[in-house]
């Protein structure tokens, strides 16, 4: 068990090392192509394609999950951590990137801060479970994930006041992030159970909505008009 535990870490490192050289040492690869071009003459443009769909499914799916375990009809983080770490973490973190290359300063604040938390989630877990040793479980102090969600909430009410300029569909999501943070926090702390009910219906909320949007996004840039309605911005 502790030599599978190993290759999985190892595995999971190494991954994240070839993420991050894709992410970071390749678009600063470009720039200074670019930048040789324009210096001779010539400038070519790299245009990348909307990650939105990429983001929000990767949110969706890994709430999926996440809420069936919350809600009772599944049980165990064991198959959920691996969802949190590449469709809650890395799909969302190449969002951001390509966020970041189209100036969606919105975009790629949310999905680059919530797909680090899902991966600092599922460290959480296995620390918790005991996969980096016994030292470190034993000193899981669930009280520090309550004060975690409170940062989280704080930015995300600040996220959703942005959303406001966005569409309806990222204001609901928004919304629903505040109120499931809100009930991770209380129930961190041992305010009372039905927080933790409260948290689980809005995680599940959040998925069925970000499905939604996710197709919305692909269906209406793949066919050039509205197949299925965002709804507008709330302030313009």
């Known amino acids: 068990m502790q030599i599978i535990c190993s290759i999985i870490q190892l595995f999971t490192i190494r991954l994240l090392e070839v993420f991050l050289a894709f992410c970071i040492f390749s678009p600063a690869k470009q720039k200074l192509n670019q930048q040789f071009m324009h210096e001779k003459g010539t400038y070519v443009r790299i245009e990348v394609a909307d990650p939105t769909p990429l983001g929000l499914t990767g949110l969706a799916m890994v709430t999926l999950v996440a809420a069936s375990q919350k809600l009772g009809f599944t049980e165990g983080l064991s198959i959920l951590i691996p969802w949190a770490i590449f469709l809650g973490g890395f ?16 975009g790629s604040t949310a999905f680059a801060a919530y797909g680090l938390f899902w991966i600092s989630m599922a460290a959480s877990w296995m ?34 006041v942005a959303a406001f300029k966005t569409n309806k569909a990222l204001i609901a999501i928004m919304v629903l992030i505040d ?21 689980a219906w809005s995680e599940l909320a959040i998925s069925l909505i970000g499905f939604y949007a996710a197709g919305a996004n692909m269906l209406n840039k793949s066919y050039g008009r509205t197949i299925l309605p965002l709804g507008s911005a709330i302030w313009k």
């Open 127 to 160: 620390i918790k479970m005991g996969v980096f040793g016994k030292t470190l479980a034993d000193g899981f102090d669930v009280r520090q994930l309550g004060v975690i969600f409170l940062g989280y909430l704080f930015f995300s009410l600040f996220m959703t």
């Open 179 to 199: 109120v499931l943070f809100l009930g991770l926090m209380l129930d961190s702390f041992k305010m009372g159970e039905y927080w933790h009910a409260i948290a």
């Open 91 to 106: 799909a969302q973190l190449m969002a951001a990137v390509y966020d970041f290359k189209h100036n969606n300063l919105f």
